[in-house]
């Protein structure tokens, strides 16, 4: 049988279509095991194309929590939960009284977990939100814009091509160069296309400033927080990337990612892909693709071969990464996209933590997982304060 | 094909899971399920369906924890078992179906062969069969690393081991299970095209 026509017929089986001779030639096939193989090379390449285009998913805890609580009793010897609660069956059992947050944890709880937690209601996760300012000063707030044309700037037009996602089209002649400046609010993200093709991911409380056209003999633009770019080739015109005061990137068609939050000890400037020249006072650094530089607080640019790309570029593709970061430095960037303000109280920050979670978790989640990994804190409205 | 973000799995997760940290497999299920429903759903009609073989799959993928860092692409691979697992599923509701099974009733020809309907209970209890029978020191181990939550690590200094030796008791003892099971009739995918070369 033709290989999408079983497909064709499972799918009409189930769906309760499928008339007598149709079952029993569907059944017959399905019995035979030699046609496992063929049904497996048939729904594998389906399945991974589902995954490759659809939307993230949210996991929802009523419908799977008791799935994966049976998983992992598949292998345990005694059917009944012992008296010394398991680590996280205990998380599992809290979980539900608070209603619904999930809790990944890495050690033992040390204490049950507080109601204070649903307080927490009111924080919303990031998403995409940023405010444009042209030339002229004017501000345009980009979440509720519609689609379309935003502004025209001299000869180049400024189009919303998407929620999150701004274009600038380059002009035919282009004239006197203006400056926009893209900015997020805390808990805000966006996409942007420069004229000449360059595409910038700005992560939250970050900006970027640059010219509506490109007529000079480079193309500077100035950032402040975190972006990720991608560098359309162009020999003739050097890229650069500005950062007020401390360092200058200079680009030859790459991807990178550069980290220079005011709030975060030290710059960090990771490479993905081509070739940059990094500056910063009279050093310069010339890392290969794979690497990233530091620029610590006392001055120096250091290079780090073999750095944590995975946690370095996390956040464009909507995860939190921790390895072994503390209190001080998760809450970092929590606090940047929930926008809320942390507070540390006492040598709360000593212990470090490994974990992952989407950026699209709700902050109850976040809070649950910290609880139960002994972080203790106390809520007032968007203000957090980690206690000791 | 380009990989979904949301189904990234960093590098520590998979050999956590591996060591048997049930809060890192808890977090990848978290992660990988809503995927593998949504695409899953998208072929097999059937809410019931999805969910038994989401379970299955990922019994699989905790009975296969020890492979997981050997391999490639380990979402892939998790993927495939799915798909392993729906014709498994699929294969067990032509018995499940009444009008089949009067017809099987009137005619020969239609005549049942005895499925392997491996329900999750039987599957726990063929695991503790093999467990039964796994030398003193093995059953022990595993038994420290399942029942008590301690860390490979730890079980090597409570015991006076090496942690490599510790390792590799679970992974012979996960070996055992799974030869056990296939033995008794469950099918169980084969890792070799997904291994890191």
Known sequence: MENQRILDLVQQYLSGGLDAGDKESLFAWLRAEENRETFVDTLYPLLM???????????????????????????????????????????????????????????????????????????????????????????????????????????????????????????????????????????????????????????????????????????????????????????????????????????????????????????????????????????????????????????????????????????????????????????????????????????????????????????????????????????????????? | MPENPSSHIAREIWERVAEGDETAFALLFQTLVPQLQAALGKWLPSSEGVKEVIQETFIRVWLNRDQLPGLEKPVNWIFRVASNESFTWLKKQTTRDRHYRQLAEQQSAYALHPEQDLGLQETAQLVRKALAQLPTQKRLIYELSREQGLKTAEIAEKLGLSHSHVRNALSSSLKFIREYLVAAGKVMALMAVFLRT
Request: net charge neutral; proline share 6%; charged share 20%.
């Open chain 1, 49 to 388: 194309a589902s995954l490759a285009s659809q939307e993230p998913q949210t996991y929802q805890h009523e419908e799977w929590d008791e799935v994966l609580h049976q998983v992992l009793r598949s292998d345990r010897a005694a059917p009944v939960i012992p008296l010394r609660r398991r680590r996280w069956q205990w998380v599992a059992a809290a979980a539900v009284l608070l209603s619904g947050a999930v809790c990944w944890k890495f050690f033992y709880p040390t204490k049950p977990p507080t109601p204070v937690i649903t307080q927490a209601h009111a924080i919303i996760p990031g998403g995409k939100r940023a405010v444009l300012t042209l030339s002229d000063g004017r501000r345009v707030t980009l979440d509720s814009a519609s689609n379309g044309l935003v502004a025209q700037q001299g000869d180049a037009k400024v189009v919303k091509v998407d929620s999150g996602a701004l274009a600038y089209t380059a002009a035919a002649k282009p004239g006197e160069a203006m400056y926009n400046t893209l900015a997020t609010p805390k808990g805000g993200e966006y996409h942007l296309t420069l004229p000449d093709g360059s595409q910038v991911w700005l992560n939250a409380a970050s900006s970027i400033t640059y010219p509506t056209a490109f007529t000079g003999n480079d193309r500077t633009v100035t950032m402040t927080g975190e972006a990720y770019f991608q560098v359309a080739a162009d020999a003739a015109k050097p890229f650069r990337v500005r950062v007020e005061g401390r360092q200058e990137v200079d680009v030859l068609g790459t991807q990178f990612d550069i980290k220079s939050y005011e709030d975060e000890p030290v710059l960090k400037t990771t490479l993905l892909q081509g070739s940059v020249d990094v500056l910063a006072g009279r050093q310069k650094t010339h890392p290969l693709a794979g690497q990233q530089t530091v620029l610590q607080t006392d001055g120096r640019l250091r290079l780090v071969t073999e750095p944590d790309l995975e946690s370095a570029v996390a956040w464009k593709s909507g995860l939190f990464v921790f390895k072994n970061e503390d209190i001080p430095s998760i809450m970092r960037q929590i606090s940047r996209w929930y926008d809320i303000t942390v507070h540390i109280e006492g040598a709360a920050g000593d212990k470090t933590y490994t974990g992952q979670m989407p950026r699209s978790a709700p902050i109850t989640d976040v809070l649950a997982w910290m609880e139960a990994s002994g972080i203790h804190f106390r809520i007032k409205g968007n203000d957090i304060t980690v206690q000791p």
